[in-house]
């Protein structure tokens, strides 16, 4: 179904004329087909052929949605649709020359999607193209994929995230990803003034789920870190990285290369590109990490090679899977547990492991640093790079999970 098309051998209307034809405004009506209740979407529009006004009645398979709430939803987001489209001429716009100025929402993503090749970063540019590809192939599906851009409003917007976190098994941060990046897209079209308002501005997102991440005890440590320094050097290089640097698994870890370590100076310095919130930084590499750092081969690989590459090694230009860090250290994790279970009096320390993950090292360094480095702040906070004191404190707050006024109050109702 289009809703601008070429002139098919038929005489032409001007836009004057085709806003001029009589119609009668979309309504939801229920009603039985078969023995079978359902709801239709039924509208009166002229044929311009022949000047009849006719009736049109779709279902637009709003009754395979059993959820009444989510069908009357999308009857009213559809009903808004078609009374939109109406002054223009639908359903017959066969019949009308193209609009020049309009171009459908397909064709804006698509406008929208390229902007964001220019400039972003490989992993961004690939949500967006996931988030462009999840949302055509349900404008298709609805039969949605020539409306003009201006015409999708806010409405259509909720109804879609409403559709997709109902539809798939998604949490919360994927579902404010989802209206994040639409979001973004969207700006471009507002900035470059196809649409008026961002459908997807002011969407209420979901609370994320509170995170369970826990940092590793003294004793957890020792025992991880003698567990795996033979079996997975390039593991253990990650979290040297996040236990003394804090530097981010999967937002900067991906994409550090030799050239961002001077081992002569001792730092590393992480370009706009590096870092996640793409400010440029110096971080400082304890001198105890320095001879692992050589042993590992940092002065032998060509300064472009990416450190954590393809194949669990350094590599030219590809770096290492995206979750490959991240299930590896939860293999170890599960394999300490199970060692627990058959000997407790060997392993205690991993009886239980909710809540660690390869994120927990950037934590326990944060604690570790507070404990030596504790009367002066402001270097945890470089080194950490934090914007403000304020920030740092409430982190490591929120990683102590203790209030050490509360812990030493003096009133004892016991002794009462």
Not at 76 to 84: D, G, V
Not at 318 to 343: C, F, S
């Amino acid at each position: 179904m289009r809703y601008y098309g070429r002139h098919r051998g038929k005489k032409k209307m001007s836009i004057t004329q085709h806003t001029r034809i009589a119609y009668l405004p979309a309504q939801l009506r229920k009603t039985t087909s078969k023995g079978r209740k359902i709801w239709l979407i039924e509208f009166y529009q002229t044929d311009p052929i022949d000047g009849q006004r006719k009736r049109h009645r779709h279902t637009l398979d709003m009754n395979r949605i059993h959820n009444k709430r989510q069908r009357t939803v999308f009857a009213r987001t559809q009903i808004e649709r078609i009374n939109k489209l109406l002054p223009l001429g639908y359903p017959y716009s066969d019949d009308f020359e193209t609009l020049e100025d309009q171009i459908n929402i397909i064709e804006a993503l698509a406008l929208a999607l390229e902007d964001k090749q220019k400039n972003g970063r490989h992993q961004s540019i690939k949500s967006y193209k996931s988030q462009v590809k999840i949302f055509s192939e349900y404008l298709k599906e609805k039969d949605m994929q020539d409306l003009p851009i201006d015409i999708f409003d806010q409405d259509m917007a909720i109804t879609y995230v409403e559709h997709v976190f109902n539809k798939g098994n998604i949490g919360p941060v994927t579902y404010n990803n989802y209206i994040t990046l639409l979001g973004s897209l969207f700006s471009f079209l507002v900035d470059k003034k196809y649409l008026a308002i961002n459908p997807f501005s002011g969407i209420k997102k979901m609370r994320p789920n509170q995170k369970q991440r826990r940092s590793f005890t003294v004793n957890e440590t020792q025992v991880f870190i003698n567990y795996i320094k033979d079996k997975d050097q390039t593991l253990l290089l990650c979290i040297l990285l996040q236990f003394y640097c804090f530097i981010r698994p999967k937002a900067e870890l991906r994409r550090l290369r030799f050239k961002h370590f001077d081992l002569v100076r001792g730092v590393i310095i992480i370009d706009g590109q590096t870092s996640k919130n793409k400010n440029a930084s110096i971080v400082t590499i304890p001198d105890l990490m320095i001879d692992f750092l050589i042993d590992f081969g940092f002065n032998d690989y060509h300064p472009s090679w990416i450190v954590f590459g393809r194949g669990n090694k350094p590599h030219p230009d590809k770096a290492i899977g995206h979750n490959t860090l991240y299930e590896r250290h939860k293999k170890y994790l599960y394999q300490l547990n199970e060692l627990n279970k058959k000997h407790p009096d060997v392993y205690p320390e991993f009886r239980s492991i909710q809540g660690l993950s390869l994120y927990s090292w950037k934590d326990t360094g944060a604690i570790a640093m507070v404990q030596t480095e504790k009367d002066n702040i402001v270097d945890v906070k470089n080194q950490m790079r934090h914007e403000s004191l304020e920030y740092t404190q409430k982190y490591l707050t929120q990683l102590n999970g203790v209030n050490d006024k509360i812990k030493k109050r003096k009133v004892n109702l016991l002794d009462i």
